[in-house]
Every structure is written in structure tokens, then in C-alpha cells.
């Protein structure tokens, strides 16, 4: 009977463990994503958006290059938060946790151009 009821804990235990493992794992990926960081984010694609669609204008490039000196060392340090976060390894996690680092790599890497055009300096 002890024997039983020794069993049943651990499987409920090994059944419990990875719902509580991915609640972590999104808990952890929300308090790394900051939400001041996405709506920099969405201003600096809306500016770069109206800038291929109206053309260049000197208040659009100096909005752009303001936007992406900020954002640049915001993106660098979410990024670094996602990569080193254990939720990479999890396998319902990981899949999306990629997904949003290669965003923000390719965010990074338009943020970087921008702010090192001729305009910005």
C-alpha cells in the first residue's frame, strides 16, 4: 500500500512538473520581454515604414536615429536575457523563444544601420 502511494506521488509529480515548468519558463520570457522596449520598437518600424513610403525628410531620419540609439541597447540586453535563459531548452518553449530572438536580431541589426548612417552623426 506504502509502496503504491509512494508511486502515485511521483507520478503525479512527473505529471505536474512540466506544466509548472512552462508556466516558469512563460513567466520568465514576460518579465524579460519589456513592454517599453516593443512600443520603441513599433515607433522605430513605423518611422522606417514612412520613411520608404514618403521619402526622406530631415525630421524623418532625425526621429529614425533617435529612436534606434535607443533602442539599440535595449535589444542588446533582451537579447542577451533570452539567450541565457534556461527556457531555451524546453522544448515547448524553444520554438518561440528562437522565433523572438531572431526578431529582435533582425531589429538589432536595422536599429544599428540606421544609427550609423552619415545623417545620425
Known sequence: MVVRLGCCV??????????????????EVARIMSRDTEKL????????K????QGQSAKLIAEECRIARQLQPKLEQQLAALKQS???????????IADIIRGHEDDLALARLSAARSECR
Open 86 to 96: 534556461g527556457c531555451r531548452r524546453d522544448p515547448d518553449m524553444s520554438a518561440m
Open 10 to 27: 511521483l507520478l503525479a509529480a512527473a505529471l505536474l512538473a512540466p506544466s509548472a515548468a512552462r508556466a516558469n519558463c512563460a513567466a
Open 41 to 48: 520598437n513599433t515607433r522605430f518600424q513605423r518611422v522606417a
Open 50 to 53: 514612412r520613411i520608404k513610403t
